[in-house]
Nanobody
Framework: QLQLVESGGGLVQPGGSLRLSCVVSGFTLDHYAIGWFRQAPGKEREGVSCISSSGMTRKYVDSVRGRFTISRDNAKNTVYLQMNSLKPEDTAVYYC??????????????????????WGQGTQVTVSS
């Protein structure tokens, strides 16, 4: 059964860092693009970053570009989101999601769910002093 599990969230002070992990099971990670989304209280879910199945394409929403870095380790079935210089407005539940597309240089951050069919349960990130 295809499963995604996020971890690494927590409470951090403004300016701090966290690294989120998305561990997948039940499918071959290198056949899937992975997206990270987030949803803050009272707001719509938004795409934060994505990486194509080939790893050649990485995208970021403007508000995190230069602060967040997405990467993947197919051997470990894991995708990471390194988050630096965190701000209170980064507070949200962060989700990873998978979109089938082997050998592809494509990934998307469209709308509140993009083309992603498989989702994790989310991990809470709180940025506060």
């Amino acid at each position: 059964q295809l499963q995604l599990v996020e971890s690494g969230g927590g409470l951090v002070q403004p300016g701090g860092s966290l690294r989120l992990s998305c561990v997948v099971s039940g499918f071959t990670l290198d056949h899937y693009a992975i997206g990270w989304f987030r949803q803050a209280p009272g707001k719509e879910r938004e795409g934060v970053s994505c990486i194509s199945s080939s790893g050649m394409t990485r995208k970021y929403v403007d508000s995190v570009r230069g602060r967040f870095t997405i990467s993947r380790d197919n051997a470990k079935n894991t995708v990471y989101l390194q988050m630096n210089s965190l701000k209170p407005e980064d507070t949200a539940v962060y989700y990873c999601a998978a979109d089938y597309g082997p050998f592809s240089g494509f990934c998307a951050l469209i709308g509140d769910k993009g083309p992603y069919d498989y989702w994790g349960q989310g991990t809470q990130v709180t940025v506060s002093s």
